[in-house]
């Protein structure tokens, strides 16, 4: 069974930056697939970043363009967002999530495991 542990959440002041971790345990972590996903205050969860199991290849969500960069470490089993520039809107608990088929997806129910979520807040 694959886990997935966040970290590196926190309090910061818009323009800030802020680096996530996503650390994986069980499973075979360098054929996933990765995402980090977010859900603000009362919204929907919704995609911030993809990566293929490669890292070859980077997807992100307008809202994020620019400003986050996700990337991996397959030695360490370690995924990461980091979100420069970070605004009030960017608020949210950020997941990590694997897919077992390697690919990219900005849909949910595509990946086969997700962490807790740590809690991202940025003060105006």
């Known amino acids: 069974q694959v886990q997935l542990v966040e970290s590196g959440g926190g309090l910061v002041q818009a323009g800030g930056s802020l680096r996530l971790s996503c650390v994986a345990s069980g499973g075979n972590f360098k054929s996933y697939g990765l995402g980090w996903f977010r859900r603000p205050p009362g919204k929907e969860r919704e995609f911030v970043a993809g990566?293929?199991?490669?890292?070859?290849?980077?997807y992100y969500s307008d809202s994020v363009k620019g400003r986050f960069t996700i990337s991996r470490d397959n030695a360490k089993n370690t995924a990461y967002l980091q979100m420069n520039s970070l605004k009030p809107e960017d608020t949210a608990v950020y997941y990590c999530?694997?897919?077992?088929?390697?690919?990219?997806?900005?849909?949910?129910?595509?990946?086969?495991?997700w962490g807790q979520g740590t809690q991202v807040t940025v003060s105006s």
């Open positions: 999530a694997a897919e077992a088929s390697g690919g990219f997806s900005e849909t949910e129910s595509d990946y086969d495991y």
């Open positions: 990566v293929l199991w490669s890292g070859e290849n980077e």
